[in-house]
T-cell receptor, first 112, second 114 residues
Framework: GDSVTQMEGPVTLSEEAFLTINCTYT??????LFWYVQYPGEGLQLLLK?????DKGSNKGFEATYRKETTSFHLEKGSVQVSDSAVYFC???????????FGSGTQLTVLP | GAGVSQSPSNKVTEKGKDVELRCDPI?????LYWYRQSLGQGLEFLIY????????KSGLPSDRFSAERTGGSVSTLTIQRTQQEDSAVYLC????????????FGSGTQLSVL
């Protein structure tokens, strides 16, 4: 079955540091890939997505590139801010499926 | 409302009791999903509704779990004879039909079974 593996957290960075959160997936078809973010006290919300190989999703300074050859969708940001502190979830959706399959989440804390 | 609303936000119950968790999706969203988030785990899919019908119940962990949706809107997740391993955050999400790629989540119900 489908699965998503994220790097384990928690991750603690200083403001303006470079961020990478690794995500790899296993799927039978050609899934769409997502990053969701959960800020403290809020519900999960879509951060970015990519629907086919080599697509790059981007939003709020975050980027992730759909790499079919390595089955990866790593999240990156060049300069993190304190306000980026949250839990980040990688997820996939098979084209014919009705549900998203999520990774276990990575807690990010950015210190001033 | 403006977003997905879940109630209660916290529920503490005794082992063996039944609980009901409620989800009020975004108006007009025909798809509704229930997920469970246990400590240190990812989001575990439970059930999906399209309108009032549930074409995918594959994630319900046992027959103690059931869910219904009425009027194509509010959904209730019921857990009978709760067990300690049921303790988790139960999340509800909704989306427009055919747009399962962008889910809108509620803040969840934290269930603690003592």
């Amino acid at each position: 079955g489908d699965s998503v593996t994220q790097m384990e957290g928690p991750v603690t960075l200083s403001e303006e540091a470079f961020l990478t959160i690794n995500c790899t997936y296993t799927a039978t078809g050609y899934p769409s890939l997502f990053w969701y973010v959960q800020y403290p006290g809020e519900g999960l919300q879509l951060l970015l997505k990519a629907t086919k190989a080599d697509d790059k999703g981007s939003n709020k300074g975050f980027e992730a590139t759909y790499r079919k050859e390595t089955t990866s969708f790593h999240l990156e940001k060049g300069s993190v801010q304190v306000s980026d502190s949250a839990v980040y979830f990688c997820a996939l959706s098979e084209s014919a499926a009705r549900q998203l399959t999520f990774g276990s989440g990575t807690q990010l804390t950015v210190l001033p | 409302g403006a977003g997905v609303s879940q109630s209660p936000s916290n529920k503490v119950t005794e082992k063996g009791k039944d609980v009901e968790l409620r989800c009020d999706p975004i108006s007009g969203h025909t798809a509704l999903y229930w997920y469970r988030q246990s400590l240190g785990q990812g989001l575990e899919f439970l059930i999906y509704f399209q309108g009032n019908s549930a074409p995918d119940k594959s994630g319900l962990p046992s027959d103690r779990f059931s869910a219904e949706r009425t009027g194509g809107s509010v959904s209730t997740l019921t857990i009978q004879r709760t067990q300690q391993e049921d303790s988790a955050v139960y999340l509800c999400a909704s989306s427009l039909i055919g747009s399962n790629e962008k889910l809108f989540f509620g803040s969840g119900t934290q269930l603690s079974v003592l």
